[in-house]
């Protein structure tokens, strides 16, 4: 402890007016994490996702769901699933939905439910 008996009882050093004090925020930015690749960790995420492959109906099937949606009323609860192509890969993912009709257009291939969902008929893989 005598080597420093002479600086021991000095007073702290506090920085002139040209150099203020900075803030506790600003010095605690200073150890703030750095991602040096911007944009990496979701592109890691995006190849990480899977997606199901899309399955080709044989004629049968399709004559099925044809079958059952030409029996399709409205405002009958009726139970599908069907498919929705991915925006960023190659496949897609199958959806199930149960809801009440409210139109099928012929024209364009499409059911519509009574919360306003739009399904193509094309796309539809299953139907009870």
């Known amino acids: 402890m005598d080597e420093y008996k002479e600086i021991i009882d000095l007073e702290k050093f506090e920085p002139n007016s040209k150099h203020p004090r900075m803030s506790i925020y600003n010095r605690s930015a200073i150890f703030a994490p ?27 099937l399709k004559a099925i769901i044809n079958d059952k949606l ?3 009323e409205k405002n009958q609860e009726v139970n599908l699933e069907y498919f929705v192509k991915d925006n960023k890969k190659t496949g897609g993912k199958y959806i199930k939905k149960k809801g009440l009709v409210k139109k099928i257009d012929y024209i364009k291939k499409e059911i519509i439910f009574m919360d306003r969902t739009i399904i193509k008929i094309d796309n539809i893989t299953k139907i009870q």
Do not use: W
């Open 70 to 72: 030409i029996r399709l």
């Open 34 to 60: 750095f991602a040096a690749l911007t944009g990496f960790e979701e592109e890691v995420e995006e190849t990480e996702r899977i997606t199901d492959k899309e399955i080709e109906l044989n004629d049968d």
